[in-house]
């Protein structure tokens, strides 16, 4: 049904070309990296907190627009990272997702931030950043962008990466009638034909861990590697789990997730920050009382509960 | 003896104080405009985020690498598109009531894909066309960025085309059936040779317009130059392998942007002589 293709498609693919580029991410063990691949998370909520406890306070930040912490996504918004309001409205501009409200996932985590900064439900706003323009040198438009990008030493180069707020794994979505979608292991994958989006560990997810025999196929958008899997041109797309989740019940009809990834390097989705921000020390220590009591956990099993029911794949 | 002499002396002066003038406004122009940009204040990022040496080498031998699927695409394409132009160009040109329709079609057809973007081209064959299922979903995608490519970049050299084959003047062809050629003969042998001599240098400029558009294909999903690089650049999050991309299309496009400059200034001054003559 999804896969008739319109010219009304074409056009919404075509518009959010280039600009759109929610990257997906991550392909760790979900239980071991929040000790291992983020340890700051962890261990720097006892010491630090306290002694920057005057350097984070509200006032003394150093924000884009005084008084008001400013958040930054991509648009379209994506479930489940975002979730429209309960009536199904958006603010405007916000497409599929609202980040206004504090549902969804990363909504609720920038909300969260925000409250262990000082910053009230409505002293919060949000601002549209394609993916690419949060690490583009220059100034930045907002404080703390909240875009699934996974942790990458290189992009840290550019930009501050805080600490990580949700780990999870990589996974492969098929067709529900192709001859993957019963595959348990990643030796019989390796003869597919997999596509990804540009620039994301989707993509190296498919280089390391699959390293399939054919070309990969690299679109620049989610949507459009969708659109090639709906119509048979590609095997399978990886994406982490939470989009996978996304394409399986909303984009794709008759696709499915075959299995998500474990191994390889842990990695885990970060904020971004303008590059050596005061805020960013301040945000990690934000995340590090999120994860002591228990509210990172919280939210992923509210918004994120797939990462427990999808199989895991053989070697 | 003596006056000419003198008048040599000044004209070799005149010449190297031309020379130096231009050489100095030269050295100062870009003397300027170098400071200007590395005292900007974004100077050191912009150098870090675009002109990374180390990030430099290590894309470089892998973006040439990939330069050679958009090689393929643009010979394969160029040539498909010479042969497509010209057939489009000469049912444009086709006399008579008869090819009326022919004509119709024709015009249609280089007002069509001179209209679409090539981008939106190559999208909808690469993932309308494609998804039809009327030939094999799995054929490698680079084949309809040739497709594509040809159909944007024939309507345009069939216009060049058209514009040589008018540019043959009437009597040439008034000559060719008074020698008794039919209208297609005269076309086929006298005015289309003459016709693709003029156009040559425009459609060097097409082909290298063809060249640097056969970046648009990794829309639909090939891994060429412009998506490696971006691939490069994601993973680095620094935008250097871009500029190797540059570079590459700068070596390969200039010389023949030369050649298309050396041959249009030849046409000319043969032309010329042959006013003269």
């Known amino acids: 049904m999804r896969t008739t293709f319109t010219l009304a498609r074409i056009v919404a693919i075509a518009a959010v070309l280039g600009a759109c580029t929610s990257a997906g991410a991550t392909n760790a063990p979900s239980a071991a990296p929040s000790a291992s691949a983020s340890p700051s998370a962890a261990a720097s909520a006892v010491p630090s907190a306290s002694a920057s406890a005057e350097a984070c306070a509200k006032d003394s930040l150093a924000v884009v627009t005084p008084g008001t912490l400013t958040l930054g996504t991509d648009n379209p918004a994506y479930p489940p990272y975002f979730l429209e309001n309960a009536d199904g409205s958006k603010t405007d501009p916000w497409e599929l997702g609202d980040p206004t409200n504090a549902t969804g996932f990363e909504s609720a985590i920038g909300y969260a931030i925000a409250d262990q900064l000082g910053f009230g439900r409505d002293e919060v706003t949000w601002v549209v950043v394609p993916f690419a323009n949060a690490f583009a040198p220059g100034v930045k438009t907002f404080d703390i962008d909240l875009n699934q990008v996974s942790y990458k030493p290189e992009r840290a180069q550019t930009a501050d990466l805080s600490d990580g707020y949700y780990f999870g794994n990589q996974s492969l979505v098929v067709m529900k009638d192709s001859p993957l979608a019963s595959v348990t292991s990643i030796a019989a994958l390796k003869d597919g034909v997999f596509g990804a989006q540009v620039g994301t560990t989707s993509y190296d997810a498919i280089v390391k861990l699959i390293a399939p025999t054919k070309d990969i196929k690299v679109y620049d958008t989610n949507d459009a590697a969708i659109q090639a899997l709906g119509q048979g041109t590609i095997d399978g797309v990886v994406v982490d789990l939470p989009t996978a989740d996304f394409i399986t019940n909303v984009q794709l009809a008759d696709s499915t997730i075959v299995g998500q990834f474990t191994g390889g390097t842990p990695e885990y989705f970060s904020a971004v920050l303008t590059k050596d921000s005061p805020l960013t020390e301040c945000v990690n220590e934000s995340?590090?009382?999120?994860?002591?009591?228990g509210t990172l956990d919280a939210l992923a099993s509210q918004f994120l509960p797939f990462q427990d029911t999808v199989p895991t794949f053989q070697p | 003896?003596?006056?000419?002499?003198?008048?040599?002396?000044r004209e070799r002066r005149r010449a190297l104080r031309a020379s130096l003038i231009a050489l100095v406004s030269t050295v100062v122009f870009f003397g300027v405009l170098t400071a200007l940009v590395v005292n900007a204040p974004g100077w050191a990022t912009v150098q870090e985020s675009f002109l990374n040496q180390q990030v430099f080498e290590d894309a470089l031998p892998g973006v040439i690498n990939a330069f050679w699927v958009n090689v393929r695409l643009f010979v394969t394409?160029?040539?498909l598109v010479l042969i497509l132009g010209l057939l489009i160009a000469v049912l444009r040109s086709l006399p008579g009531p008869v090819f009326f329709p022919v004509r119709v079609l024709a015009t249609v057809y280089a007002d069509v894909f001179r209209a679409i973007p090539g981008?939106?081209?190559?999208?909808?064959?690469?993932?309308?066309i494609s998804g039809l299922g009327l030939i094999d979903p799995r054929t490698d995608a680079i084949w309809f960025g040739i497709i594509g490519l040809t159909f944007v970049y024939s309507a345009y050299v069939s216009e060049v085309y058209?514009?040589?084959?008018?540019?043959?003047?009437?009597?040439?062809?008034a000559a060719a059936r008074s020698l008794g050629l039919s209208r297609l003969q005269s076309l086929r042998y006298v005015v289309v040779p003459q016709a693709v001599r003029r156009v040559i240098p425009p459609l060097l400029n097409d082909f290298i317009g063809l060249q640097k558009d056969t970046v648009l294909v990794s829309f639909i999903g090939v891994v060429e130059i412009f998506r490696f690089a971006q691939i490069k650049q994601a993973a680095a999050f620094n935008f250097t392998p871009y500029m190797a991309v540059a570079l590459v299309f700068i070596v390969v496009t200039i010389p023949l942007t030369r050649l298309?400059?050396?041959?249009?200034?030849?046409?000319?001054?043969?032309?010329a002589a042959g006013a003269r003559g």
Not at chain 1, 287 to 293: K, M, S
Not at chain 2, 1 to 9: F, H, L, P
């Open chain 1, 287 to 293: 995340i590090a009382a999120l994860a002591a009591d």
């Open chain 2, 1 to 9: 003896m003596t006056v000419a002499d003198a008048r040599r002396r």
């Open chain 2, 77 to 79: 394409a160029e040539v």
């Open chain 2, 119 to 128: 981008v939106l081209v190559i999208f909808i064959l690469g993932f309308a």
């Open chain 2, 162 to 173: 058209r514009a040589g084959i008018e540019s043959v003047h009437p009597s040439q062809d």
């Open chain 2, 260 to 271: 298309t400059d050396w041959l249009i200034a030849r046409d000319r001054r043969q032309s």
